[in-house]
């Protein structure tokens, strides 16, 4: 059966059109249009600030949401706290040119508030990978610097293609992923990390849930019986043994009672930007073991600002 790779990968390299509208899906919402190229940028999504540092367009941010600590320069950035809900008076003593937010009807207030201000925004849906090829095209537009989105957009889809690759003709490992404890949460067709994991020759148990991150119970796990659980951790906790098997009732699950149990890096494999080939690298080793192929092709800087 082909792999939903090959439409992901036709799509990450596509880039036609006008960023925004290339691809289907709604265009961002710019609630105020930007009258040149914006210099001085508050970014309110963690990946749309690493997407601008791989950009080389690092230097125009000057605000960031707490959570938008990579790559490690961005953390020389002043936090200007949350990204939802954020504050403005945070926001605002950046004196900003633009104010990128996640385009969701809990920062509407907040848009509308700048927007009467008279304070550039862009509203970015960010949820799949082709949210993430149009975002990537479109933020290049902004910065003056297309051809280095065009070029961003190309190396994604050639590392997500070379992971591919490498499990090829592989049997396929059905997973559970473990998005949160307690209530037990995974993440559903809807999330593009089930994109990854079939992209990394899995089968997500739970992929038929069009929700990106429902709340599944106990009995429906055992019931799906995973041949694996994926962990996600904070980096330090890579290394250790995850406390699945510790949780009441657990035990019951027989890939927790085997110890087929593996950890990811939470902060590579939860963020939708450059770095989601590595994501599906990662997720690819840990279903499959150490594979043969190279490692995918290292996102660089693709222009200055």
């Given amino acids: 059966m082909a792999r939903s790779i090959a439409v992901l990968s036709v799509a990450l390299a596509a880039a036609c059109g006008a960023p925004g509208t290339a691809g289907g899906g709604d265009a961002p919402s710019r609630d105020v249009a930007a ?38 320069a961005a953390r020389r950035i002043p936090d200007v706290g949350d990204g939802i809900r954020p504050s403005l008076e945070a926001v605002l003593a950046r004196d900003p040119d633009l104010v990128i937010f996640y385009d969701g009807e809990t920062n509407r207030e907040s848009r ?29 537009e902004l910065v ?22 490498a499990t090829e003709g592989r049997p396929r490992v059905r997973v559970y992923y473990d998005a949160w404890a307690d209530p037990p949460m995974t993440i559903g067709g809807g999330s593009f990390i089930d994109s ?7 089968a997500n148990v739970f992929g ?30 890579l290394h250790r043994r995850p406390n699945v098997a510790t949780r ?19 902060d590579v494999v939860s963020r ?25 092709e290292p ?3 693709s222009c200055s600002s």
Avoid: K, M, Q, Y
Wanted: glycine share 10%; proline share 8%; with cysteine.
């Fill in 272 to 296: 939708l930007g450059p770095r989601v080939a590595e994501a599906a690298w990662s997720i690819a080793e840990a279903l499959h073991g150490e594979l043969p192929a190279a490692a995918p």
């Fill in 112 to 140: 509308e508030r700048l927007r009467r201000l008279g304070v550039p925004t862009l509203a970015l849906r960010h949820d799949t990978l082709e949210d993430l090829r149009r975002n990537v095209l479109l933020l290049g």
């Fill in 144 to 165: 003056g610097c297309p051809e280095g989105g065009s070029a961003l957009v190309g190396r994604i889809a050639r590392g997500l293609a070379a992971v591919s690759r």
């Fill in 196 to 202: 990854l994991l079939t992209i990394a020759g899995g």
């Fill in 35 to 72: 009258r040149a190229e914006p210099r001085r940028i508050v970014s309110l999504i963690p990946t749309a600030t690493e997407i601008l540092f791989d950009l080389g367009a690092g230097d125009r941010l000057v605000g960031r949401t707490r959570w938008g600590v990579h790559p490690p």
């Fill in 299 to 301: 996102i660089a800087v």
């Fill in 248 to 266: 009441r009732g657990w035990e019951r699950v027989p890939a927790v009672a085997a110890g087929r149990t593996s950890t990811l890096d939470r």
């Fill in 208 to 237: 038929d849930l069009e929700t990106a991150a429902p709340r599944v119970s106990l009995e429906a796990i055992i019931d799906r019986d995973p041949e694996r659980i994926l962990v996600s951790v904070a980096p330090e906790a």
